[in-house]
């Protein structure tokens, strides 16, 4: 069975960096692609970005685009959210993602495409 757990959420400032962590365990790392999801208070759970098996071109939503990136250690069995420029507007429950890669150079953005979950670390970002 696979877990996923999230660390490295926080309390920061606007316009501080944060990095999420995500390890992976229970199978083969290398066949899954990895996603961040959050959830703000009071929304739905919306996609963040994804990476494929390689860690080449990740996927991100606009909002994110040039502030976030998202690497993987493979060796590590570890997924990385790294969050440049935080705004209040990142304020959310993040959530790491995983499910097998079936589709090489599809991108999975969709939450019912992933089938484990972590717990979710807090990220709180204020004025």
């Known amino acids: 069975q696979v877990q996923l757990v999230e660390s490295g959420g926080g309390l920061v400032q606007a316009g501080d960096s944060l990095v999420l962590s995500c390890v992976h365990s229970g199978d083969t790392f290398d066949n899954y692609a990895m996603a961040w999801f959050r959830q703000a208070p009071g929304k739905e759970r919306e996609f963040v970005g994804t990476i494929n098996r390689s860690g080449s071109t990740p996927f991100y939503i606009d909002s994110v685009k040039g502030r976030f990136t998202i690497s993987r250690d493979n060796a590590k069995n570890t997924v990385y959210l790294r969050m440049n420029s935080l705004k209040r507007e990142d304020t959310a429950v993040y959530f790491c993602?995983?499910?097998?890669?079936?589709?090489?150079?599809?991108?999975?953005?969709?939450?019912?495409?992933?089938?484990?979950w972590g717990l979710g670390t807090q990220v709180t970002v204020t004025d």
């Open positions: 993602a995983a499910r097998l890669i079936y589709s090489i150079g599809y991108y999975y953005t969709y939450e019912a495409e992933y089938k484990y």
